[in-house]
């Protein structure tokens, strides 16, 4: 069974830094593309971040900077790095397989069921 | 970034209703477009991408349309499981999320 398993949230305060973790199983994360979407309390969906399966990374305008994808191949592990944290990074932070349908376009497939990020003193 | 603008924001509807959701898109995204379905404390799931391919394992209830920059997605006899929120998301140009549909019971 594909699945994917996040890991890494918790209670942080301003200023400070968290690696989130995403454990895959049944398929490779290397040679699949893999994104980070995250959700603020009783909000909506906003795209993080993507990694290609050649590791080319990109970000959210809103957010470039301060957060950094990357993958463990060894591990079939995806990663968020996220730095100076704020209050409204608070979120619940799933990572996706972002996968391609058709040769060309592509959408999020399978979801992790997400770690929660508090960002408070 | 593209923007994604849904609306409504939310709806009442009935067991049984036809539903209709709308997307609209800052520029044009031809076809990246995709749509998912959300329920309480849950990831949200892909239900059609490409604007209009239904994912596997999707009811056949569930349909997509447009192109450019519109978009519709349509439930052609709401069922109980299908109240949730649902979101729009262009590929076309990194990623980005419309602000979701809350479907409610009537």
């Known amino acids: 069974e594909e699945q994917l398993v996040e890991s890494g949230g918790g209670l942080i305060q301003p200023g400070g830094s968290l690696r989130l973790s995403c454990a895959a199983s049944?398929?490779?994360?290397?040679?699949?593309?893999m994104s980070w979407v995250r959700q603020a309390p009783g909000k909506g969906l906003e795209w993080v971040s993507i990694i290609y399966s050649g590791g080319s990374t990109y970000y959210a305008d809103s957010l470039k900077g301060r957060f950094t994808i990357s993958r463990d191949n060894s591990k079939n592990t995806l990663y968020l790095q996220i730095n100076s944290l704020r209050a409204e990074d608070t979120a619940v932070y799933y990572c996706?397989?972002?996968?391609?349908?058709?040769?060309?376009?592509?959408?999020?497939?399978?979801w992790g069921q997400g770690t929660m990020v508090t960002v408070s003193s | 970034d593209i923007q994604m603008t849904q609306s409504p924001s939310s709806l009442s509807a009935s067991v049984g209703d036809r539903v209709t959701i709308t997307c609209r898109a800052s520029?044009?995204?031809?076809?990246?477009l995709n749509w998912y379905q959300q329920k309480p404390g849950k990831a949200p799931k892909l239900l059609i991408y490409a604007a209009s391919s239904l994912q596997s394992g999707v009811p056949s209830r569930f349909s997509g349309s447009g192109s450019d920059t519109d978009f519709t997605l349509t439930i052609s006899s709401l069922q109980p499981e299908d109240f949730a929120t649902y979101y729009c998301?262009?590929?076309?140009?990194?990623?980005?999320f419309g602000q979701g549909t809350k479907v409610e019971i009537k």
């Open positions: 520029q044009s995204v031809s076809s990246y």
């Open positions: 996706a397989r972002t996968v391609v349908m058709t040769g060309i376009y592509d959408a999020f497939d399978i």
């Open positions: 049944g398929f490779i994360v290397s040679t699949n593309y």
């Open positions: 998301q262009q590929s076309h140009i990194k990623r980005t």
